[in-house]
């Protein structure tokens, strides 16, 4: 359909899982897509899988996070759009966290968003121009499980950073929107199952028969959703954090 034609658009944690999807998605639909990530072994790999750009970023650090926008912006100009899809799900309860292990958390999922959007949006607002950022949260904002106590706050901490930008950045015309994940299929996930929960070959199918719709979400599913979000064709949503999930929160049998 085109809903992405000309635009520069930077998916930061593009290297894997949903970020990957939605750069695949991105440049389907007509985008200039740079995708970043730590490991530049697996960033090349799905830079050439994808259609991408790859930049060598660790968002953790926040001048490493600057920076893969300003190489946007070196290379093309400028920059349209940004999709803030890098995340850290290690294991924590409210009980056994670190503050070492809180601060990773912090790190990736809230401080390096903050300044990816920081560098991507003052662009916007020095041109003039309209821009787009979508942030990949998760349901677990909402309350979560136990065991990922220090994930919840910091993606709590990224669905208030996206209400407070979009408010912020409205007469500006940066809309800033976010969508929060349910459980999903993805190559990280997977190992993540297999570290932490003792998981083996037959995860899924386990997984799979405790949800409503007998599986678990698709990367390509999400990706198309972030991709309409991220362009004009979502008209003037912004501020919105939409809940992309099969159970309902607040919902109880």
Known sequence: MGLLDGMVVLVSGGTQGVGAGVARAAVREGAHVTISG?????????AADTGARFVAADV?????A????AAVVAEHGRIDGLVNAAGLTDRGTLLD???ELFDRHVAVNLRG???????AVADMVARGEPGSVVNVISSSELGG???LAPYVAAKAGLAGLTRNAAHAHRHDRVRVNGVDIGWTDTEGEDAVQRRFHDADDG?????AARLPMGRLGRVDEIADFVVFLLSPRSGVVTGSVVDWDQNVLGGLD
Do not use: H, L, N
């Open 38 to 46: 730590r490991r530049i072994d697996v960033g090349e790999k799905a």
């Open 66 to 69: 600057r920076a893969s926008v």
């Open 113 to 119: 968003p903050f300044f990816t959007m920081q560098a």
């Open 60 to 64: 953790a650090d926040p001048a490493q």
């Open 145 to 147: 499980q136990p065991y």
């Open 203 to 207: 995860w899924r199918d386990g997984a």
């Open 97 to 99: 966290t670190t503050p």
